[in-house]
């Protein structure tokens, strides 16, 4: 007996995926209009879950190296927030298991909200060992943001409970003796990068959410500390704080109109 449309759909709904190229193999010679269409619709769902299961395999190409030369213990570096005007440049380790495969895994920046918040509870739950490291406006000011952002992913890999064989880095190098290698785009290279970008993403923008409490005329909430237009108009009207870098341009330029610091 022909199954419906309906029960065409609810079965492939079901199946795993080694199964739906043996039905839409069954499904493509049914000439009802309801069964092309479904079968366009799950054709195009297996080309996705076929090129999500390439692109993480390509995302190990880096850990299989490593690998390949005896190293069990990879950690992924990345950092975020050099060119915000105000909060933290954060940056993380994450060293996961060799092999470990998560998928929507990429770049912090490509990913919605919604998603970089449930891959960093994932991380968090798998990681061999992870670790964060905030390096405050002051500090900044201090040394530059160049030097913050290799000082945080400094911090971040001497903070993890367990010591790293080899370090992923995206484009940068830390001083450190233990093996680097830097990729340039590596967290969206490397899978140990990408879920160093995810948990240093996520670390930092909740925290900004902490600060906006404090100072919601800013709206950090929304612009991260970022130089939007919102931002810019609050800082001519309130003057900066103790959150802004003053070393930035923006905020600078501010200062030495205004007197106000």
């Not at 395999?57 to 975020?80: F, N, P, R, S, W």
């Not at 895994?105 to 891959?119: I, T, Y």
């Not at 919102?230 to 330029?253: N, W, Y």
Request: glycine share 6%; hydrophobic share 40%.
């Amino acid at each position: 007996m022909k199954l419906s449309i309906k029960e065409w759909e609810q079965k492939l709904k079901a199946c795993e995926d080694t199964e739906l190229v043996s039905l839409l193999n069954i499904l493509s010679e049914d000439e009802r209009v309801g069964a092309k269409k479904l079968f366009q619709t799950f054709s195009k769902r297996l080309e996705r879950e076929e090129a999500e299961r390439t692109r993480l395999k390509l995302m190990h190409t880096y850990e299989e190296q490593c690998q390949a030369q005896g190293k069990a213990l990879i950690a992924g570096v990345d950092e975020v927030g050099r060119g915000p005007l105000a909060g933290p440049v954060v940056a993380a380790a994450v060293i996961l298991p060799l092999g470990y495969m998560l998928s929507g895994v990429n770049d912090s920046k490509k990913l919605s909200e919604k998603k970089r918040d449930a891959l960093y509870e994932i991380i968090l739950r798998d990681a061999i060992s992870y670790s964060v490291h905030l390096v405050q406006p002051d500090q900044i000011d201090a040394i530059n943001i160049y030097q913050a952002s290799k000082l945080a992913m400094t911090e971040a890999v001497c903070s993890l409970n367990v010591t790293p064989d080899q370090l992923l880095i995206d484009a940068m190098e830390v001083p450190l003796a233990i093996d680097q290698l830097k990729i340039i785009k590596g967290d969206e290279k490397s899978i140990s990068i990408a879920a160093a970008s995810i948990v240093a993403k996520v670390t930092r923008d909740r925290y900004m959410q902490e600060l906006h409490e404090k100072y919601p005329q800013y709206g950090l909430n929304s612009n991260m500390g970022y130089g939007t237009k919102e931002h810019l108009h609050a800082l001519q009207k309130f003057g900066p704080t103790d959150i802004h870098r003053r070393s930035f341009s923006p905020v600078g330029e501010l200062i030495k109109l205004t007197g106000s610091d």
